[in-house]
């Protein structure tokens, strides 16, 4: 998605490098560490080469990939949420990350059920998946509401870890 988007109460907009010390913050953040893995971004440089190395070449590929999401009210940065494609894994994924402090008030699902919404209607992508760790409750509950169904369980080519693989038609 190269232009942004709003919902009622957010401004969705791809990732540039100006977001370093945001993803720095959300990426160290102990949830992030705990369901997604430390990727050792541990200072602006490394934020800003993990942004330039990963973020931005999807989006010049594909037209789409990590969004920061933006309270409209204040313009605080609250989180991310975008599809990604992955090296080994043939359907992209959706995945999502918010600040401690910005969970738990329905942001996620007004940001992601706007961007399936754009995915389905501007992309030729028939299908999304998303993979979660079993205990992260409020990641699987969201991707249920956004209409997702679990299909089993896999590993992501770079890990052995066992994740949950949920799957949604477009």
Same mark, same amino acid.
Not at 110 to 121: F, G, M, P, R, T
Not at 141 to 150: A, D, I, Q, Y
């Given at each position: 998605?190269?232009?942004?988007?709003? #919902?009622?109460?957010?401004?969705?907009?791809?990732?540039? &490098?100006?977001?370093?010390?945001?993803?720095?913050?959300?990426?160290? #953040?102990?949830?992030?560490?705990?369901?997604?893995? @430390?990727?050792?971004?541990?200072?602006?440089?490394?934020?800003?080469?993990?942004?330039?190395?990963?973020?931005?070449?999807?989006?010049?590929? /594909?037209?789409?990939?990590?969004?920061?999401?933006?309270?409209? $009210?204040?313009?605080?940065? &609250? =989180?991310?949420? =975008?599809?990604? /494609?992955?090296?080994?894994?043939?359907?992209?994924?959706?995945?999502?990350?918010?600040?401690? $402090? %910005?969970?738990?008030? @329905?942001?996620?699902?007004?940001?992601?059920?706007?961007?399936?919404?754009?995915? *389905?209607? %501007?992309?030729?992508?028939?299908?999304?998946?998303?993979?979660?760790?079993?205990?992260?409750?409020?990641?699987?509950?969201?991707?249920?509401? &956004? =209409?997702? #169904?679990?299909? =089993?369980?896999?590993?992501?080519?770079?890990?052995?870890?066992? &994740?949950? /693989?949920?799957?949604? *038609?477009?």
């Amino acid at each position: 998605m190269k232009n942004s988007f709003e #919902t009622q109460r957010l401004r969705v907009r791809p990732i540039t &490098l100006e977001d370093a010390p945001f993803i720095l913050e959300l990426m160290n #953040t102990p949830k992030w560490v705990k369901f997604i893995g @430390d990727r050792n971004v541990k200072s602006i440089e490394a934020a800003e080469a993990y942004i330039t190395e990963k973020a931005l070449p999807q989006i010049a590929t /594909h037209g789409y990939g990590n969004n920061v999401i933006i309270r409209k $009210s204040d313009n605080v940065k &609250l =989180g991310t949420c =975008g599809v990604y /494609h992955r090296e080994g894994i043939e359907i992209p994924d959706i995945g999502f990350a918010f600040l401690p $402090s %910005n969970e738990g008030k @329905d942001y996620a699902f007004e940001a992601a059920s706007k961007l399936v919404e754009i995915i *389905k209607d %501007n992309y030729s992508l028939a299908e999304l998946s998303a993979y979660t760790l079993e205990e992260n409750l409020s990641s699987r509950k969201l991707l249920e509401r &956004l =209409g997702f #169904t679990l299909k =089993g369980i896999g590993t992501l080519p770079t890990s052995d870890e066992e &994740l949950l /693989h949920y799957y949604r *038609k477009l």
